[in-house]
């Protein structure tokens, strides 16, 4: 297996562009998670889909935020219009569910800069 | 949200010296996951181990070690012989049913080890 996929792995856009990450989770799990870390806040909890209905998304910052996931290999994370203060990593992860497998597994991350 | 708290910032020790990461975890729930993750430098979020509430086996994996202790709500890591690649920043975590499973993550330790 692949593992978890994230586009791109690096993002920088101007401040007021529209943003949009990318997941491809494991085939099989039903959980996905957007996480974001930044250095004040650690990893933080945004969203999260159960069998590619949202669930959570008290965890969004804000109106600015919004994720989707259309199908259960794809999710998308849209942040417009985007500021500075949005620059973070963030990460997607997924999961079978929980008590099976190993537990929650991460892409690799979308490292995003907002100038 | 419970929290997790991991008390070290920052651990520094020279190589082959034993260290342990400490992590308290908050819960009022019987049914819960901890899990430890490593993020070294290249930035990827790395499973090292997931342990069930209803288990209170500690678990060795070569120089790695957990000790669970649901009396003192904690779940520690230790290191054995620790080598300049354990270089990292550690996380532990916890999930369980009424956040849907989604991982709720301490501050991390960064630990590095020196030659």
């Known amino acids: 297996d692949a593992g978890v996929i994230q586009s791109p792995r690096h993002e920088v856009t101007e401040m007021g562009q529209e943003v949009t990450l990318r997941c491809k989770p494991i085939s099989g799990h039903d959980y996905l998670f957007w996480y974001r870390q930044t250095m004040m806040r650690g990893l933080e909890l945004l969203i999260y889909f159960n069998n590619n209905v949202p669930i959570d998304d008290s965890g969004m910052p804000e109106d600015r935020f919004s994720a989707k996931m259309p199908n259960a290999s794809f999710s998308t994370l849209k942040i417009q219009p985007s500021e500075p203060r949005d620059s973070a990593v963030y990460f997607c992860?997924?999961?079978?569910?929980?008590?099976?497998?190993?537990?929650?597994?991460f892409g690799s991350g979308t490292r995003l800069t907002v100038v | 949200a419970q929290k997790v708290t991991q008390a070290q910032t920052e651990i520094s020790v020279v190589e082959k010296e034993d260290v342990t990461l400490d992590c308290v975890y908050e819960?009022?729930?019987?049914?819960?996951?901890l899990f430890w993750y490593k993020q070294p430098p290249s930035g990827e979020l790395v499973f090292l181990i997931r342990r069930n509430s209803f288990d209170e086996q500690n678990e060795i994996s070569g120089r790695y070690s957990w000790n669970f202790q649901k009396s003192t709500s904690s779940f520690n890591f230790t290191i054995t012989a620790s080598q300049v690649v354990d270089s990292a920043v550690y996380f532990c975590?916890?999930?369980?049913?009424?956040?849907?499973?989604?991982?709720?993550f301490g501050k991390g330790t960064s630990l590095l080890v020196t030659p």
């Open positions: 819960t009022r729930d019987t049914t819960y996951y």
């Open positions: 975590a916890r999930a369980n049913s009424n956040s849907g499973y989604a991982l709720n």
């Open positions: 992860a997924s999961s079978p569910i929980p008590g099976q497998g190993s537990g929650y597994t």
